[in-house]
């Protein structure tokens, strides 16, 4: 297409020129002749000249280094990607699964009549939360009902809630400072907002012990009313949240009950572990003395029959070992199947994934994490990234690491790769799936992803030159911890996918002098997309959608990154993920503190609509004078960035 905006040769326009182009064509006078809106010739050639005289002096060879440094970390990227999916494949075809790499046996009750319950460890499980008042009943119900004898044990709430409806006083009004009787309170309890928070059964259980509990914090009544049912439970406050979650980990294996347990397992607040979680993985830990943790995997689908699954192998791998610590453990059969049958019946939970196209790609995302990174991980180098739940720890490996830091927001990986340097292998177990709540508002979900991005960037800043003198770990070990684990996967990851496909090809439309080649611009990419497909093979119909938004997190990811890197900013800002629980399922239950806002000013992202606006105008361009087809794509992720932009992603959430 010829040029209109250049004296001479044609030749690509400057921007000034599009623009000034666009304007002539669609600004007319009111009595329907067009404007002439044209610079003189002279002036425009003069524009159009110094344009090209920048861009092939100074824009042009800027951008070819660009391109090369891109190339060079989407070829590391590529190998990476790779090398993860052979071992992969490799553990699924030739059956490489844990149990035929360590030794896994069911602990053995019953074998010495007079031991009763000493065969089994004493096991903790700690779940910290902050502000939880939508899931922390499902947590805790979940850890409560885990099966395993009721005097090896112990379950601890970690609540480190400043919302004074869930720490202080159950109402919005500090009663205590009124000392308020019976009458009163069953005024209260017939306000309709009282009772859709805290349900029915629980208003007559503070009806009947309102003087005993004194308007205790939500959290603490509902360990007491587990307490009450024979459950070994403890609630622990702090006077202040220093450490964020990590230091209320340190705090609570700092108690004496908690220095007896062997092993620790970890949920948050929104996970709900299976009953037979801890049969299935602390016998690793019991026979294995050289393993630190057992990660499950985290799991956003229902379970149609997991539950006669579950009972089927209870019945069958323990036989009567089952009957054997039950009757020895002061919990009948009966009680125990009455725990089963009330934890998969109660209520019909069914996590996330399904509620927006946004949880349905972050469940594309996190299932190739554990299927492919976490798999490939515990296979080669017995180490991963510990996801900071549904884990089980080997106390004395904590202890022997250093314990809890809280150093970065990575708390959990941190004590992965600390625990690493000190010998101790990690291990992977996918077949044992942990329910867990997907963040379903793009808010919580960018605080969650600059986290994760932030920390692991500023984790590596702090202990590259520590991995690299470690001596207690082989060579080999040592490369994949520095390059393969942080270098690649969670500094150039980020880099590349935003810097590439969101800023280098949209600007090489606008500068020819600088070209990208086929291979790192289709070959590449495509190969990467093929490898994360194939594993989802249910969500093949999301690839594409998986492809904008990922390039679009990007953004937030690169910038947390760099952030972690220089130790700048908001490096160390700790911001709990919101959880929504059953409010999806049912507003009227448990309503939101706040209602959501409305406001244009509130739903506006205006990094994204800067972006869709440049990624816009280099597609017009492309399109207009270019001689390749970007704008294909340009146009596509212009649309995603402008959809997030203008807050058009993930769910809302208002008061019925």
């Known amino acids: 297409m010829e040029d209109p905006f250049s004296v001479g040769p044609a030749a690509p326009p400057s921007p000034v020129g599009v623009v000034s182009h666009l304007l002539s064509t669609i600004l007319p006078l009111s009595d329907g002749v067009a404007i002439a809106w044209r610079w003189p010739d002279a002036l425009l050639g003069s524009i159009g000249d110094a344009w090209r005289e920048v861009r092939s002096r ?50 053995n009750a019953g074998a ?46 970690l609540d480190d809630s400043t919302d004074p409806t869930i720490k202080v006083s159950l109402l919005p009004v500090a009663f205590n400072q009124y000392k308020p009787i019976k009458s009163e309170f069953s005024k209260l309890a017939t306000d309709e907002k009282v009772c859709s928070w805290f349900g029915d059964s629980n208003l007559e259980f503070l009806f009947a012990y309102v003087d005993r509990f ?74 294995n003395p050289s393993i630190a943790l057992v990660q499950a995997r985290w799991q956003f689908g229902k379970y149609v029959i ?56 972050q469940k594309l995302t996190l299932d190739y994490h554990f299927k492919v990174e976490q798999e490939a991980g515990s296979s080669t180098f017995a180490f991963f990234g510990f996801n900071g739940t549904a884990g089980v720890w080997r106390t004395s490996a904590i202890n022997e690491a250093g314990g809890w830091k809280d150093r970065t927001t990575v708390e959990d990986m941190d004590l992965a790769v600390r625990a690493t340097l000190r010998g101790w292998k990690l291990l992977y177990v996918g077949d044992v799936k942990v329910k867990s709540e ?45 390059y393969s684990f942080f270098f690649v996967r969670k500094i150039v990851t980020h880099l590349v996918t935003f810097f590439l496909y969101c800023v280098v090809i949209p600007t090489s439309v606008l500068v020819p002098e600088a070209t990208i080649p086929a291979w790192g611009v289709v070959y590449i990419p495509t190969t990467i ?21 990922e390039n679009v997190m990007a953004m937030h990811r690169m910038k947390a990154t760099i952030i972690g890197l220089l130790e700048a900013g908001t490096f160390d800002e700790w911001i709990v993920t919101d959880k929504l629980g059953e409010t999806l399922k049912d ?70």
Not at 65 to 87: K, W
């Open 587 to 656: 507003k009227t239950r448990i309503p939101l503190l706040e209602k959501a806002s409305t406001t244009l000013s509130d739903r506006l992202n205006l990094p994204e609509l800067g972006f869709a606006a440049f990624l816009f105008l280099c597609a017009c361009y492309n399109l207009a004078y270019g001689q390749n087809y970007y704008y294909g794509y340009i146009y596509v992720q212009a649309v995603a960035f402008l959809v997030v932009g203008c807050g058009y992603v993930g769910t809302f959430i208002t008061n019925p």
């Open 438 to 482: 997907l963040p379903s508002t793009f808010k919580a979900y960018r605080y969650q992803q600059h986290r994760w991005s932030c920390g692991a960037a500023y984790l590596f800043r702090k202990m590259a030159i520590e991995i690299l003198k470690a001596k207690e770990v082989s060579l080999w070990k040592k490369f994949h911890l520095t």
């Open 529 to 549: 997309t093929i490898l994360n497909a194939i594993r989802n093979p249910s969500s093949l119909h999301l690839i594409p959608f998986w492809i904008l938004f």
């Open 306 to 361: 997991h539950f006669w699954l579950s009972l089927f192998s209870i019945v069958v791998v323990y036989g009567k070992q089952f009957v054997h610590f039950s009757i020895e453990g002061n919990c009948h059969p009966c009680l125990v199947l009455k725990k089963l049958l009330t934890w998969h019946f109660m209520d019909d939970f069914a996590v996330n994934f399904s509620d927006c196209l946004m949880t349905r790609i």
């Open 214 to 287: 004194s308007f205790q914090g939500m959290v603490e009544i509902e360990c007491k009313l587990w307490a009450n049912k024979g459950i070994n439970i403890y609630y622990e406050v702090r006077d202040n949240r220093k450490g964020y979650k990590a230091g209320a980990l340190k705090l609570g294996m700092e108690h004496d009950y908690a220095k007896e347990c062997e092993f620790v397992a970890i949920f948050d607040s929104d996970f709900q572990p299976e009953p037979d979680f801890l049969m299935k993985t602390i016998p690793f830990l019991v026979h």
């Open 112 to 157: 010495d009549p007079e031991s009763g319950n000493l065969d089994f460890p004493m096991v903790l499980v700690q779940i910290p939360m902050y502000n939880e008042r939508k899931v922390y009943k499902l947590s805790i119900g979940a850890a409560c009902a885990l099966f395993w004898p009721s005097d090896r044990i112990v379950i601890q709430v």
């Open 58 to 107: 100074a824009v042009a060879p800027v951008l070819r280094v660009a391109i090369i440094v891109c190339l060079a970390m989407s070829a590391m990227l590529l190998v990476e990607v790779v090398s993860m999916a052979v071992v992969s494949l490799a553990v699924k075809v030739l059956r490489r699964w844990p149990e035929s790499r360590y030794r896994w046996e069911p602990i």
